[in-house]
């Protein structure tokens, strides 16, 4: 399957400020990355779906202008918290889509956000 | 509506004693069922896609069967490393978005 890193694996912040997320494909070129968020004991909720080259598709109810995400290149997709707050304090995941119709997504390791 | 259910919720278990965990869903035209496992403070691992019904996945202590209506993950004498979230999730038709269940928290005791 594919490998996935994301970066950082944790970071404190202080409120208000932003704070950017990035998740790298090493093994394969992806034009299609996932962004899940996970609060404790929760399963996992697709926050939006990162496509190469074009603007990412939010979830209903995900503000796409306090989380940015760009896609520029077939290994790269960045997550940016912009102007965070105590309660976008979470686990951030991302995936990444193997080709296909019935395609199976391999995840990163995530990246633990908290907001002061 | 398209939904998928896991149970039980919590499972715990001696090591050495097996058990299945369950995944039911209700969705249009199923074009693959997914298991992972997460650990604590990680992403989910990968397990096993299963496609159509009838069809069975193994790997070391873990068994993955599906029906038309539910998935079944069978683990065979667990030892603790086997803890973790299992999570199943499905892809709802017309994308390829995936649906998680709520997951299984299963704990194995020495």
């Known amino acids: 399957g594919a490998v996935v890193s994301q970066h950082p694996s944790r970071v404190i912040c202080k409120s208000g400020t932003s704070v950017k997320i990035e998740c790298r494909s090493l093994?394969?070129?992806?034009?299609?990355m996932f962004w899940y968020r996970q609060f404790p004991k929760q399963s996992l909720m697709l926050m939006a779906t990162?496509?190469?080259?074009?603007?990412?598709?939010?979830e209903q109810g995900v503000e796409k202008d306090k989380f940015l995400i760009n896609h520029a290149s077939l290994t790269l997709s960045t997550l940016t918290v912009t102007s965070a707050h105590p309660e976008d304090s979470s686990f951030y995941i991302c995936?990444?889509?193997?080709?296909?119709?019935?395609?199976?997504?391999?995840f990163g390791p995530g990246t633990r956000l908290l907001v002061l | 509506e398209d939904q998928v259910t896991q149970s039980p919720e919590a499972l715990r278990l001696q090591e050495g004693e097996s058990s299945s965990l369950n995944c039911s869903y209700t969705?249009?035209?199923?074009?693959?069922l997914f298991w992972y496992r997460q650990d604590p403070g990680k992403g989910p691992e990968f397990l096993f896609t299963?496609?159509?019904a009838g069809e069975e996945k193994e790997k070391e202590r873990l068994k993955a069967t599906l029906t038309k209506k539910e998935s079944f993950l069978h683990i065979t004498a667990p030892k603790p490393e086997d803890s973790a979230t299992y999570l199943c999730?499905?892809?709802?038709?017309?994308?390829?978005?995936?649906?998680f269940g709520t997951g299984t928290r299963l704990t194995i005791i020495p």
């Open positions: 995936s990444v889509g193997s080709r296909g119709y019935q395609e199976t997504q391999y």
């Open positions: 093994d394969f070129q992806a034009t299609t």
């Open positions: 990162s496509n190469e080259g074009s603007k990412a598709t939010y």
């Open positions: 969705v249009s035209g199923l074009r693959g």
């Open positions: 299963l496609y159509s």
């Open positions: 999730a499905v892809p709802f038709f017309g994308n390829e978005k995936l649906t």
